[in-house]
């Protein structure tokens, strides 16, 4: 009889150390330093493929086009996913982003008006320094008068501004559909390219100035770093911990406003972008410190477009832009978000 009984408990083992192995393979059981150093090599490894692939005719030239692709798709990935983040840190909210605010809906109008009251021509031949100046000192002036309301009454004073943005977008995005209408088919299809991202036609000048912006910002946002970790805990528990918090929060979203309008400004909206990416690097790391966050976040959305890019183009032959495929997917894990919260 316990010659017949022995077999369940080895059978238990066996199961236990087979869970535990495959426990260990999670990324959460691999330490933030660890887990970095291979993300950076990965996106290293993207990074060189992408510009040595298939590399043919004028060596130079194409390096250099190449370059400013990766380097525009590097921009793209800190601003949005940093903005992302601190934007979720702050509204204590894993599923808004910066995007739902109306930034997006505000370039679509920006670019919409031009086209209508211009002309397509006029939009075309523009000097790409004074529009992207323009389009980006119209996004921080127009976030800098939405965050007016920013704690000014109480604790829902947030709730409010929130809700402001939504409704702002709203209204952008129906005075730009009556804009459309109204305008000629022909100047609708120059605008209608204006309304995806693209990682094509990007001025070098415009992409150092960029790079320069997002490279001073990500420095501010790395030197607050601790102070997003007490952030993250509740607006009562930071002030009680000595932070603050107003003029935190205030910081940080203005610094938001700085990356959405710069990204926005070079390569066009990609609303859903950041909700993908931070919410993979949630669910990569163990403990949510905003020293580790902070560089998965940037190296997770390089790896994201980098690589996409690079499958897009070898595998797919162009079949569609990046941006369409990054709005969908973006787009099915907010609904999951929405839903998964709604059960709770």
Not at 143 to 157: C, D, H, Q, V
Request: charged share 10%; with cysteine; hydrophobic share 55%.
């Amino acid at each position: 009889m316990p010659n017949k009984l022995s077999p369940g408990p080895t059978r238990r083992r066996r199961f236990s150390l087979r869970g535990f192995s495959l426990a260990m393979l999670s990324p959460k059981r691999i330490s933030p330093a660890a887990l970095i150093t291979v993300m950076a090599l990965i996106t290293v490894a993207c990074i060189a493929v992408f510009m040595t692939l298939e590399l043919r005719g004028n060596l130079s030239y194409a390096l250099s086009r190449r370059g400013i692709r990766v380097g525009a798709m590097l921009v793209v990935a800190v601003a949005v996913g940093l903005s992302t983040l601190m934007f979720q840190t702050v509204t204590a909210n894993r599923i808004l982003t910066p995007s739902i605010m109306g930034f997006d809906a505000l370039y679509i109008l920006i670019q919409t008006a031009l086209v209508f009251m211009l002309g397509s021509s006029t939009l075309l031949t523009a000097s790409p320094a004074l529009k992207f100046g323009a389009e980006v000192g119209l996004m921080i002036v127009f976030s800098a008068l939405l965050y007016r309301w920013l704690f000014t009454g109480g604790t829902g004073s947030l709730h409010l501004m929130l809700l402001v943005g939504i409704v702002i977008g709203t209204l952008f995005r129906g005075f730009s559909s009556l804009l459309q209408r109204l305008m000629e088919p022909s100047e609708y299809m120059v605008l209608q390219d204006l309304f995806f991202a693209s990682f094509n036609q990007v001025e070098p000048m415009l992409l150092g100035i960029s790079a320069i912006i997002v490279a001073l910002v990500t420095i501010v946002v790395w030197k607050l770093r601790k102070s997003f970790d007490v952030l993250a805990l509740g607006r009562e528990t930071a002030i009680n911990l000595g932070v603050d918090h107003q003029r935190i929060v205030t910081v940080v979203l203005v610094l938001c406003s700085i990356l959405v309008a710069v990204s926005t400004a070079l390569v066009g909206p990609v609303t859903f972008f950041g909700l993908l990416v931070v919410s993979l690097a949630y669910q990569m790391v163990r403990k949510f410190s905003h020293a580790a966050l902070i560089p998965i976040v940037c190296l997770l959305g390089a790896i994201t477009l980098v690589g996409g890019q690079l499958v897009l183009e070898r595998v797919f032959g162009f079949a569609t832009a990046l941006s369409v495929i990054i709005e969908f997917v973006g787009g099915l894990l907010f609904l999951y978000l929405l839903l998964k919260g709604s059960l709770k």
